[in-house]
């Protein structure tokens, strides 16, 4: 588990255990000029007529290369984004675009067991921070050791392989900065009927009702984007992320605020692997594991009057029954 390369983008140092930051200088680019497209001009007529045109919901104001951007909301506390990837060189540089337009304080990559491209398409990237792991960690991993190194207040973890609009990342950064010490991915309205989830949407769900957090539903540390205070981090402990849902078990039983705050659909841009396909899968195995052990943490918490008492237990049935035949 151990960093055995870290390199920074724009430094020449390599060094074995220490990390050495710098930033490259940016080129000043050029002032594009900007043109109006056919439909624009179209609509400015429509308005000389005193025909109502509708005005863009998002796209507010333009780039220094001529293009609208979306005008995201400025945070006060600074942002650590935290990507995890293995062999992602088709969507990690689009990913890195979108991670820099939230404003991050600094960017930490870290490369599983990479032999494409990876690594040198990370190391263009004038924040990143490149943790090389020469043999696969894992993402759980991945993103404990990101949390070690990040000195952020936001916390905001990624996995390499999806390119998530700035716009949707924004919701978890803005929720954490707003109070929230944990901003899951409700994955809710993405799920069918209980009949027809899997073993790890159920394990997912169960854990929540244990930790007596129904109107948590499925959302999980275990699914990416999802943002944690440095309050959280402190309180967890890095070396927890390594096990997200006993992670999340602990926040709750620590008295963290646990919420979810946005729908991203992470589940048809999620990259099939030989790992995670076919039921019962290495990659299913160990989330019900994680599941297992984060339960584990929760019963050895409880009292008489518990997380598990009678009451809770009727409840958690009413909740299932109601999912299941969609009331």
Not at 210 to 221: E, F, N, Q, T, W
Not at 251 to 278: D, F, Y
Not at 287 to 313: F, K, M, W, Y
Request: overall charge positive.
């Amino acid at each position: 588990m151990m960093v055995a390369l870290l390199q920074v983008s724009g430094s020449s140092a390599v060094r074995r255990g220490t990390a050495t930051r710098t930033v490259k200088k940016r080129s000043a680019s050029s002032q594009a000029k900007t043109t109006l497209a056919p439909r624009q001009r179209v609509a400015n007529r429509s308005v000389k007529r005193g025909i109502p045109t509708a005005r863009p919901p998002i796209l507010s104001r333009q780039s220094k290369v001529g293009r609208e951007v979306l005008n995201l909301p400025s945070l006060r506390g600074t942002l650590s984004v935290i990507i995890s990837a293995r062999n992602e060189e088709q969507t990690l540089g689009r990913l890195l675009q979108q991670v820099s337009r939230l404003g991050p304080t600094e960017i930490i990559v870290v490369l599983n067991g990479c032999s494409d491209s990876s690594f040198p398409i990370s190391r263009q990237h004038r924040q990143a921070i490149v943790v090389h792991c020469p043999e696969s960690v894992g993402h759980d991993v991945g993103r404990a050791i990101g949390a070690k190194l990040s000195r952020g207040d936001i916390l905001l973890f990624l996995d390499g392989d999806m390119v998530i609009p700035a716009s949707q990342l924004g919701l978890f950064t803005a929720a954490v900065d707003g109070g929230i010490d944990v901003a899951l991915n409700d994955l809710d309205p993405l799920m069918p009927s209980f009949g027809l989830c899997d073993d790890v949407t159920r394990s997912k769900l169960f854990l929540n009702y244990a930790l007596g957090r129904y109107d948590l539903g499925v959302s999980s540390m275990t699914a990416v984007p999802h943002a944690l205070s440095r309050r959280a981090l402190e309180t967890i402990g890095y070396r927890e992320l390594i096990v997200p849902p006993k992670a999340q078990a602990r926040s709750v039983l620590e008295k963290l605020r646990v919420e979810k705050v946005g729908t991203v659909n992470v589940i048809k841009h999620n990259r099939l692997r030989q790992a995670n396909i076919g039921a019962g899968n290495a990659v299913e195995k160990l989330i019900i594991g994680d599941h297992a052990e984060a339960l584990l943490e929760v019963l050895s918490r409880q009292d008489d009057g518990g997380l598990l008492n009678s009451e809770t237990q009727r409840e958690y049935r009413r909740q299932v029954a109601a999912w299941r035949n969609r009331i």
